[in-house]
């Protein structure tokens, strides 16, 4: 019993270590029903069992899971029916790389069982370590959708050990950054990068300046003159300058 017990806290322990890694990773809940048979050897007949569970599976390999079974076990010749709650932690181990809609897992645990007389092989109800272990695969579907398919082994460290198997069918509801197949949670969507500028249309270039054309041989002022002799625009008549030579200066329009 020392050693079982020196078992039961080292699973503990491994429990809260894998509760402690990787708090981003998948989350889930579900319930669980099957059929609880007992070893071929024991006059007791196979039952429906229920239960719920809880767990964690990290980006890696390791993950935990609590789980509460309960069924009624009865004689088969139907003299008696007792009560048995399980209540268990689980270390869970994915010994592939996470990938895809299907994920096997490895379990292995302890725990304690609630039974009720005469299934405790006593006269009251009594409660008893036991330890589990197990193999099954998570189905993910949709974007929170969980299935659960396992078969596990339980013994119960009664007065007399006794084992079960237990065949257990779960849905559930998942939640956490690695949501599984389908769209992208947003927190592991990439920043969008920055995107082309804005097209802005330049300015048309401004056009010629008008420009002045001194009259030569005189001291007259610059007269501007349109650049554009078709426009018609401009400051003033087209003029051209007289032929410089003695005498009073002539400005003559231009033809």
Same mark, same amino acid.
């Given at each position: 019993?020392?050693?079982?017990?020196?078992?039961?806290? +080292?699973?503990?322990?491994?429990? !809260?270590v894998a509760m402690g890694a990787d708090a981003g990773s998948r989350?889930?809940?579900? #319930?669980? *029903?099957?059929? =609880?048979?007992?070893?071929?050897?024991?006059?007791?007949?196979?039952?429906? $069992?229920?239960?719920?569970?809880?767990?964690?599976?990290?980006?890696?390999?390791?993950?935990?899971?609590?789980?509460?079974?309960?069924?009624?076990?009865?004689?088969?010749? *139907?003299?008696?029916?007792a009560r048995e709650t399980h209540l268990d932690g689980s270390i869970?181990?994915?010994?592939?790389?996470?990938? @895809?809609?299907?994920?096997?897992?490895?379990? /292995?645990?302890? @725990?304690?069982?609630?039974?009720?007389?005469?299934?405790?092989?006593?006269?009251?109800?009594?409660?008893?370590?036991?330890? =589990?272990?197990?193999?099954? /695969?998570?189905?993910?579907?949709?974007?929170? *959708?969980? $299935?659960?398919?396992?078969?596990?082994?339980?013994? =119960?460290?009664?007065? +007399?050990?006794?084992?079960? +198997?237990?065949?257990?069918?779960? !849905?559930?509801?998942?939640? @956490?950054?690695?949501?599984?197949? $389908?769209? #992208?949670?947003?927190?592991?969507?990439?920043?969008?990068?920055?995107?082309?500028?804005?097209?802005?249309?330049?300015?048309? /270039?401004? *056009?010629?300046?008008?420009? +002045? #054309?001194? #009259?030569?041989?005189?001291?007259? /002022?610059?007269?501007?003159?349109?650049?554009?002799?078709?426009?018609?625009?401009g400051e003033g008549p087209r003029v051209r300058p007289a032929d410089? @030579?003695? $005498?009073?200066? =002539?400005?003559?329009?231009?033809?």
């Amino acid at each position: 019993m020392r050693r079982l017990n020196g078992l039961a806290l +080292v699973l503990a322990t491994s429990t !809260l270590v894998a509760m402690g890694a990787d708090a981003g990773s998948r989350t889930w809940i579900q #319930v669980q *029903g099957g059929l =609880v048979t007992q070893q071929p050897s024991s006059d007791i007949g196979s039952e429906p $069992g229920f239960g719920l569970g809880w767990g964690r599976q990290s980006a890696g390999l390791w993950g935990w899971e609590a789980s509460l079974l309960e069924a009624s076990p009865k004689d088969q010749s *139907g003299h008696w029916t007792a009560r048995e709650t399980h209540l268990d932690g689980s270390i869970l181990l994915d010994p592939f790389v996470p990938s @895809g809609a299907w994920r096997p897992f490895l379990r /292995a645990g302890a @725990g304690g069982s609630s039974l009720q007389s005469p299934l405790s092989l006593s006269l009251r109800s009594s409660t008893r370590l036991n330890l =589990v272990t197990g193999l099954g /695969a998570q189905y993910l579907f949709g974007e929170r *959708g969980l $299935g659960t398919l396992e078969l596990r082994s339980m013994n =119960v460290r009664s007065s +007399v050990p006794r084992t079960e +198997v237990q065949f257990l069918l779960g !849905l559930g509801w998942r939640w @956490g950054t690695h949501a599984g197949p $389908g769209p #992208v949670a947003p927190e592991d969507r990439p920043f969008p990068g920055p995107g082309p500028a804005p097209w802005v249309q330049p300015l048309p /270039a401004p *056009g010629p300046e008008p420009w +002045v #054309v001194p #009259v030569p041989g005189s001291d007259q /002022a610059p007269i501007r003159r349109d650049p554009d002799p078709n426009s018609g625009q401009g400051e003033g008549p087209r003029v051209r300058p007289a032929d410089p @030579g003695p $005498g009073p200066k =002539v400005i003559q329009p231009a033809p």
